[in-house]
């Protein structure tokens, strides 16, 4: 499965360096074809569905004019909507307009008030577009939304950055389409960000290009691939020492609840031993899970065992020392919400997480991150994919830029995008239970990227298996996680095969 994400100024490339192969007007030729047959898959094959295709001043509308001549080729009532006052279009465009105007396709320069479509294209923006969407542009995009038919977006949604996932702005909107195919390569921001909620369905399309022809991307989609050389079998032969430990940091005065959701997902993620080492008053045993063993904080050996810091743990000037020790140490490290918030605060603990090369995963969601780089929380997302990668940079650790599309991120620019998640993880304590995880697939031997794409991969996957059984996406509660990402990860391990007793 290709996994690689190109930015627009990439993609840009790879067509001129295609179209410099090629006859004029073939990629747009293959792209209204491929659009086509796609069109029909939705359709069910069925050809008495009227399809409308709006087509914009570029070669994005050039698509859609392609896509609407084979589909009345076909025998498919196409109608293109081409808004007035259209510059000059493109040599290759104007070609596709007239084979449309040549055919049975219909044009119209005004949306039917109730018109009944099988299928609706978006074919107005591409990766051209310059700008916000304005006028009869933006509400077109406004009237797909109360579209009741499929909206397959060609390359795509018009109005959404496709490097970002975020609608151009300021105040910008973009078409939510049901299915995007997206043309020569996919693109971050169909999966990060906005992207997943305008883009639905991704298709790529590579138009005829030869993957082996295209640069390094500048991401790629997170796939078990990443970690697979991870998922080992349990030997009969182990004990609980074989899996490692997992110490989770926090339980300040009153925030007890996500510290013990961060311990109960290391146990179900598979740790050999879990402590729970408290800074405040605690009950001793977590009656639900008696499997996790209490200690206070201060009495803690860190031993070899894998840190989480940061549930609950408070802005104390022990949580600051604890922090501060954990940094210094050779240990595993998970640094999550409150750890976090004291490592913003002080540029010296910064230095000495930059400097302590042993494996360190941080977990920031959008505010965290914010205040790890000193911006605000929408100069984040308005450019998730640089700030993953300046704050793993800056940072030496392995990033993990919460939200829809979760990024992971090392200090050599690498970057992952994941797409498994939905928005039942949206839930309070569902990032306690992402660093107990990575916590204990780090106590398991998984390196730093490892633990921290399988986490990210494993946590999104556990909340679509929850969906699956009808559980959520509303009311989805962090506390059913684990045990659902239990179940994902062993059905990792028996898919991967890999390693058998
Ligand atoms: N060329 C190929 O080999 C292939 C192209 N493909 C398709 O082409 C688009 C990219 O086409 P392009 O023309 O570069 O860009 P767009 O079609 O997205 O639109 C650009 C035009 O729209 C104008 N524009 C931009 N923003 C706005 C806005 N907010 N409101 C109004 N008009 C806007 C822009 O002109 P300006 O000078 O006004 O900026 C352009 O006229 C690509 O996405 C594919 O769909 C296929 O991949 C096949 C191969
Ligand atoms: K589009």
């Not at 499965?1 to 192969?21: F, K, N, S």
Request: charged letters at 20%; a negative charge; hydrophobic letters at 50%.
């Amino acid at each position: 499965m290709d996994d690689t994400l190109y930015t627009v100024a990439q993609v840009r490339a790879i067509e001129a360096g295609a179209r410099a192969q090629l006859a004029p007007g073939t990629l747009m030729r293959r792209a209204g074809e491929a659009a086509a047959r796609y069109a029909l898959e939705l359709l069910g094959g069925r050809r008495d569905l009227p399809v409308l295709l709006l087509a914009g001043p570029g070669n994005n509308g050039g698509d859609a004019l392609e896509m609407a001549a084979v589909l009345a080729d076909t025998g498919i009532d196409a109608t293109v909507l081409f808004p007035p006052g259209q510059r000059e279009l493109s040599e290759e465009a104007a070609d596709a307009h007239a084979r449309a105007r040549a055919g049975t396709v219909g044009f119209i320069d005004m949306l039917p008030p109730d018109g009944e479509w099988g299928l609706v294209v978006d074919g107005l923006f591409g990766i051209g577009l310059a700008r916000a969407l304005e006028g009869e542009y933006r509400d077109l995009a406004a009237l797909l939304a109360d579209m009741r038919c499929p909206v397959l977006a060609l390359d795509v949604p018009s109005g959404l950055d496709a490097d970002t996932g975020m609608p151009v702005g300021p105040d910008g909107i973009a078409v939510r389409a049901t299915h995007t195919i997206t043309f020569l390569a996919d693109k971050p921001g169909l999966h990060t960000a906005d992207g997943r909620d305008h883009a639905g369905l991704v298709r790529v399309e590579a138009l005829g290009i030869d993957p082996a022809t295209l640069p390094e991307p500048a991401a790629r989609l997170d796939s078990r691939a990443v970690f697979a050389r991870c998922l080992q079998a349990r030997r009969h032969g182990s004990h609980k020492g074989s899996y490692g430990d997992v110490a989770v940091i926090g339980g300040a005065e009153g925030m007890l609840g996500a510290p013990l959701l961060a311990a109960r997902a290391a146990l179900y993620a598979g740790a050999g031993r879990v402590f729970a080492a408290m800074l405040g008053p605690h009950p001793g045993v977590d009656s639900v899970q008696p499997e996790i063993m209490f200690r206070t904080a201060a009495e803690l050996a860190f031993g070899s065992r894998t840190l989480v810091l940061g549930p609950g743990m408070g802005g104390s000037a022990e949580a600051m020392r604890l922090l501060a020790q954990a940094l210094d140490s050779t240990n595993a490290l998970v640094l999550d919400a409150d750890a976090l918030n004291l490592l913003a605060a002080s540029p010296e603990l910064m230095a000495r997480l930059a400097r302590r090369g042993a494996g360190a995963v941080l977990t920031p969601h959008p505010l965290e991150a914010a205040r790890l780089l000193g911006v605000t929380a929408a100069t984040i997302q308005a450019d998730r994919l640089a700030a993953a990668r300046s704050l793993a940079e800056r940072t030496g650790a392995v990033v993990v830029l919460k939200g829809s599309g979760t990024l992971v991120g090392r200090p050599d620019g690498t970057l992952l995008v994941n797409p498994t998640g939905n928005p039942g993880l949206a839930t309070g304590g569902s990032g306690d239970v992402l660093a107990g995880l990575c916590g204990a697939l780090l106590a398991q031997g998984w390196p730093a990227w490892e633990a921290a794409a399988g986490a990210v991969w494993i946590h999104g996957a556990a909340a679509d298996w929850l969906v699956e059984q009808g559980i959520g996406p509303i009311g989805m509660t962090a506390g059913e996680l684990p045990a659902a990402v239990r179940a994902v990860l062993n059905r990792l391990v028996r898919e991967a095969g890999a390693g058998r007793p």
